[in-house]
């Protein structure tokens, strides 16, 4: 069975600086798909970024990027230059494709605290 | 372009009552899933619609069911409420199948409570 696991329950980082939330997963798949989604009090899911596991290169979207390690099974994600809108909880998911359907797998999260 | 919305924002439920949430997709999507997220927890997947047609259910029983209507829209029908459906219910669309974007995108959410 697919798994998302996150072991970091909680994470703080002073404004503009940068901090890396940790994400592993299992998966018997040689292609597939992984993303980060941020969840702030507002409750709605917002798409961070995506990695495609057949790409090498890492994906970067603006202060973030991930550190994609295939065969280490490891997707980290780097904030940089943090901000105070960036506090939220923070969701590492994997994309299984079953029976025709495409279901995310989510890890339990990562709550970020930026501290003015 | 529409994002995802979803209605009621809140609702509580009696336990044993029935209850329904809907759910738009965003404009160009055709595709439309169903997460339970339990307090403190990642969300899970209950099933998928698409094209009016469920393609695919996660761990959740019979008593929880669904419809996608021609546009694209979706309702999620729970039937016997028991405590533990208490969460935030989400619903994300994305462009399935032929389209193949594999991203899915979310609407804000309906929070249950079943006293």
């Known amino acids: 069975a697919q798994t998302v696991t996150q072991s970091q329950p909680e994470m703080s980082v002073q404004e503009a600086e940068t901090v890396t939330l940790s994400c592993t997963y299992d998966?018997?798949?040689?292609?597939?798909?992984l993303f980060w989604y941020k969840q702030p009090p507002s409750r709605q899911m917002i798409l961070v970024i995506r990695q495609e596991a057949y790409k090498q290169q890492n994906a970067t979207e603006n202060r973030f990027s991930v550190n994609f390690q295939k065969a280490a099974k490891s997707f980290s994600l780097k904030i940089s230059d943090s901000q105070l809108g960036d506090a939220a909880m923070y969701f590492c998911a994997y994309l299984v494709e079953e029976g025709g359907s495409e279901k995310l797998v989510f890890g339990k999260g990562t709550k970020l605290t930026v501290n003015p | 372009e529409t994002g995802v919305t979803q209605s009621p924002t809140h609702l509580i439920k009696t336990r044993g009552q029935q209850v329904t949430l809907r759910c738009s997709s965003q404009s160009g999507h055709n595709t439309v899933s169903w997460y339970q997220q339990a307090l403190g927890q990642g969300p899970q997947f209950i099933f998928q619609?698409?094209?009016?047609?469920?393609?695919g259910r996660g761990n959740f029983p019979p008593r929880f069911s669904g419809l996608q209507f021609p546009n694209y829209s979706s309702e999620l029908n729970v039937n016997a409420l028991e405590l533990d459906d208490s969460a935030l219910y989400l619903c994300?669309?994305?462009?399935?199948?032929?389209?193949?974007?594999?991203?899915?995108?979310f609407g804000p959410g309906t929070r249950l409570t079943v006293t």
């Open positions: 619609y698409y094209r009016e047609e469920e393609n």
């Open positions: 994300a669309s994305s462009v399935g199948l032929a389209g193949m974007s594999y991203e899915q995108y």
């Open positions: 998966t018997s798949e040689s292609d597939y798909y």
